[in-house]
């Protein structure tokens, strides 16, 4: 049988995830010759061989692919046979339109965990062992190709032993980038809120200053995180008070599926989440002290009352490093485990910087010599229906595109919103939505912004033609759109992105009846925006329907202050009736009359139709909070409020609103939400009623728009869908109607999504405009 040679471009996630030592082990099982390399546009390859066995090889590429290993495309190109023997890996090739992906870091795979608990190995106890089946990846990644050069591993220098590991074909750390050991990798210290160097083995210190009560700041993949007793109140309330995070819940490392089954009910898809390599925090159900579903009575044992005050759920992730899983170990009970920073602030990732910023908080700091070079923080997600919902995509997700079924006619840069920031880079048929950002408020966080961009725009080589900004002109990422030269501008209203990022998430064009509640949203009326139904495809949009509209006393005030929002909405649904009855005016006494004056006068006072902040008003007339130390956190308790079981509604109209959009009418549920109370019922029921009444006005709203339209595809975003039971009730109803509903799975339905769904809709607009 005469011989063949093929030339084989693999594109996708193939750097840094054994695929070159994958390539070379299949060649050399099938007997094939040739050769493989990394370039800029990802893997290269050469093989000769029976025609038939080439074949092989070629269906084996994706078939037998390491686990880390994402192929998009696999194109083979005839060459003539030379008559060569033996297979090599090439030298990496600089040059060429880059193309090639870079992995996300992954969580220490099971090999290296049973190398760190063998004593025979001499990698024994190495908080930094990883192979090419795990480790850090996007954090260590200074360019591509993906070379040890180009990683924050370049000032190691590999020992024999460790070389000799890297240049065997047949070893599992055969071009593993971040491979090290004892003799030649990082090594940890432990400091005092000086910067001093404290004695004695660092990881053991660590852990015995964590079970006296201590914070410890301690250094991992993406940055620093502030660790302490999860069962130490006053180690918690500690930590809480000097990071001036009052209420907002803490997530907790546990050190494995079991103790995470200890705290909470856990389902196998939020398993296979926990366990996942990505190693997200998952939002579980908490037990209570009997075993059950924590409802309004205190948590059980093992978790103190300020890691997650009030809440039913816990935020709980696995160890995702080596060093996690010695520390959990040594420390012998679960840890909070929360980002580094000042509330507000961007984690931080640099020791000097560490130290200066987090002095205030941490007592002592874990820290270790490996530079990071991108900062991320731990994503967040949750099970809906058995799918993963993400709330925050960051380490562990990105970089890795979306893979869209459209492809881009130019280089996009989205800017994302201000809330949960993202940026998105997009070419070809990828989106590149980049790690968490925060919220951009600031400096610091503006700074993370910019060199994120710039970053992403050199590993990706996208040099962006188009500009995609939020419509509102205050916002910083607007504001850095605005300023840009040389690039066309599009701008893109925040609901009709909210929409397109669901159609994106899911490969939908559209057209859909798109439903995006949320906080605010700068409208195209120059009002805030926020209960939105827009009939909507990635192109563009028409608001068919929206909430009541009501002012906001105060403007940013009435966010910080949900009372004002009930002060508002009880003037619009009561009208003149005095309100001094309620307990929300009795607490707000002294300020109610010049709120309700404010409001009747629009003195400083936007319009709103914002779902929102009428989970606001709800959660201030029962009494849940009149003012907030997060955002969204009236709406937040609102849902642990509400009783599951409840599934009776409070009836609201769904006015035809004549030529203009629909109206939904708010005003019947917060009338609603007053009679009960007044009636005496209990105010987990009337939460719940006030959920399933708004999720049936949806419903109502829906089907009188595909009466109108035809369509019968409706897609869900926007913040307020973070809440489960809302999402629930509203899929349910929906779908009982004959409804197609879509919802997110691959990026947040918050504002983290808002930037995929502005480069959809420019790229759409482009694809239009018949740009090449």
Known sequence: MGLTRTRVRVEGIVQGVGFRPFVHALAGRLGLAGLVGNDAGGVFVEVEGAAETVQRFLEALAAEAPPLAVIERVSATPLDPTGAVGFAIAPSRDGGARQTLVSPDSATCADCLAELADPADRRHRYPFINCTNCGPRFTIVRDVPYDRPATTMAGFAMCADCAREYADPRDRRFHAQPVCCPACGPALRLLDRAGRAAGGDPLAGAAARLRDGAVVAVKGLGGYHLAADAAAEPAVAALRARKHREDKPFAVMVADLDAARALCLVDPAEEAMLASPRRPIVLLRRRAQGGAPVGREEPGPGVAASVAPG?????????????????????????????????????????????????????????????????????????????????????GFAPQPLGLPWPFPRHVLACGAELKHTFCLAKDGHAFVSHHIGDLENYETFRSFTEGVGHFRRLFAVDPEVVAHDLHPEYLSTKYALELD??????????????????????????????????????????????????????????????????????????REPWRMAAAWLDAALGGQDHGRLAVAGRNRDRWEQVLALARSATASPSTSSAGRLFDAAAAILGVRDAVNYEGQAAVELEQLADPAEWSAYPARVDPGGAGPLRLAGTDLIRAVVEDLEAGVAAPLIAARFHNGLAGATVAACDALRDATGLGMVALSGGVFQNMLLLERTVAGLEGRGFRVLVHSRVPPNDAGISLGQAAVAGARDRSRGKR
């Not at 160890?319 to 170990?329: G, K, Q, S, V």
């Not at 859909?512 to 925006?529: N, P």
């Not at 939105?532 to 940013?556: I, Y």
């Open 311 to 395: 809440n039913r759920s816990l935020g709980v992730m696995l160890p995702y490093t080596p060093l996690h899983h010695l520390l959990l170990a040594e420390v012998g009970r679960p840890i909070v485990l929360t980002s580094g920073n000042v509330s507000d602030e961007p984690i931080a990732y640099l020791d000097d910087e560490a130290v200066e910023r987090l002095g205030g908080i941490a007592d002592w700091f874990l820290a270790h010599d490996r530079p990071i070079h991108m900062r991320a923080d731990d994503s967040v997600v949750r099970a809906f229906r058995g799918r993963e919902l993400p709330l925050r995509r960051s380490r």
């Open 486 to 559: 040389g690039v066309e501008l599009e701008g893109v209203q925040h609901h009709h992105a909210h929409v397109a990022a669901c159609l994106a998430d899911n490969g939908e064009p559209g057209p859909v009846i798109g439903v995006a509640f949320d906080g605010l949203g700068f409208g195209t009326d120059g009002t805030i925006w926020g209960g939105e139904l827009l009939v909507a495809d990635l192109e563009g949009f028409r608001r068919a329907g929206h909430l009541e509209v009501v002012p906001m006393p105060g403007g940013a005030a009435a966010i």
